[in-house]
DNA sequence: ACAAGACGTGACCCATCGGTCACGCGTGTT
DNA sequence: AACACGCGTGACCGATGGGTCACGTCTTGT
């Protein structure tokens, strides 16, 4: 497991600095493999501290804050940030002519989700199942509403172009977005949860690739469930 | 906060077990209470034992598993338990003459979840917050895998039929009941996340209440997104 | 009325873990 | 070469909390 967000090592740092990023780099590493394998409350700074080669002091020395500054920097930088390159990716430089097209972008942007998360399963699941615990802190669910927050606005502002266009019904986009991404995530918890399953029940989610459970989704989606109108799926 | 999951005391039952029976359901009331407020992992068996207004060795004599087998029982007889009876009160007694009809149950039934949440929210945070926590162990892992399961399976019954009798598209029943499924989680995973919003953000669920959100939902799942064929929505 | 046992009790035990701090090594400076 | 200081270090501390057990009380059966 490894970072693919920090940037470039700047060459005007000097020795020092750099030192210092790659052990806090290090530490964030290391600390992300520990929460993901198990969980916020199971991770002990001790062993974040022993996986990142460090002594437990040392990581106060960057990590001022401790476990939770550990986990919300880890949340912020690795987690959403992923999701919003996913987006900038896929979404954010689609543009629509056809239904088709958002339908087509929208299923490429849900299908990015499902590879990311497949790449870096444990920080996503770190995500999924302890993001929401720290919801009973007042200040932290303050800290995640307004990412969530931050990032539906932004999976919603494509769909009012699609609606001002015509394209797609003129639904409230924000809720819709919410409801995507309230999907995908519900949609990735409950598939985790059959991931080992007992006996030889069949899983309910077949998908063999992202790709497959990304447009099984779209077309839920954006064709509906109802036979009537027999939906003519635009191919992408 | 109380059940309303007991079956009604049974006369045939002596006084000493009838005595044993309230202890239980206060104990598990109390923990119901505890779990909610504070999550798994903040709850402490001693807060249990004083909220239920025993000594914490009288409540290990009731559950000897401590804090684990309170939890889980709790789960299976309390969430999932309401989940069911929703599901007994809606969809398992529909019948579907018109795709209307398929529309409508389903409605109904995420309505009923909706409605189930806004009533008993605690043990449903439990739910969504801790349960997927669970999943770190593998033994619990199979035992709410295993739930989820069954219920899935009766939540895809009815598609089954809609389906056979052309009403529905024919996709496969059972990805489109987890995937209903995990929809609505992720939406009141993510609804409860900007419950509490920073500054004077608006909300991105404006809905006053369950059945409109219901029916928001199962707009977008049955009739779909997009513009062209403008599904003319059956009413109810 | 007395004995016996069932059952509630909470003080106690000990493991765990987040966080601290006095030490000393190594690096860079003079 | 000697000195000084930044910084890494891990032994240590105090709090917390799950689980136990010897004791007391209250019911029950004789």
């Known amino acids: 497991m490894s970072f693919d967000t920090a940037p470039p090592p700047d060459d005007t740092l000097g020795r020092r600095d750099r030192e210092r990023l790659a052990r806090r780099r290090a530490m964030l590493d290391a600390a992300l493999g520990v929460f993901g394998d198990k969980g916020f409350d199971g991770a002990t700074v001790d062993e974040i501290a022993e996986r990142a080669e460090f002594g437990k002091g040392t990581l106060y020395n960057y990590f001022p804050g401790g476990k939770d500054e550990l986990y919300l920097t880890l949340f912020e930088d690795v987690v959403v940030g992923n999701l919003h390159r996913v987006l900038d990716a896929t979404l954010a430089t689609a543009s629509f002519a056809t239904a088709g097209d958002v339908r087509a972008a929208y299923c490429t942007f849900v299908e990015g989700v499902f590879v990311n998360f497949e790449t870096h399963r444990p920080q996503h699941m770190l995500f999924m199942r302890d993001g929401e615990r720290m919801m009973l802190d007042p200040d932290k669910a303050a800290f995640f509403g307004d990412l969530f927050d931050r990032f539906v606005e932004r999976v919603a502002a494509p769909l009012d172009a699609a609606i001002a266009a015509g394209l797609v019904r003129p ?43 990304a447009s099984f989704i779209t077309s839920v989606f954006f064709d509906g469930l109802l036979a009537q109108p027999a939906v003519p799926a635009d191919p992408a």
Chains 1, 2 share one sequence.
């Open 171 to 213: 639904l409230p986009s924000r809720p819709v977005a919410h409801l995507l991404m309230g999907t995908v995530r519900g949609y990735l918890i409950a598939d985790d949860e059959t991931r080992c399953l007992p006996k030889g029940r069949p899983k309910p989610s077949p998908f063999a690739t992202p790709g497959e459970a």
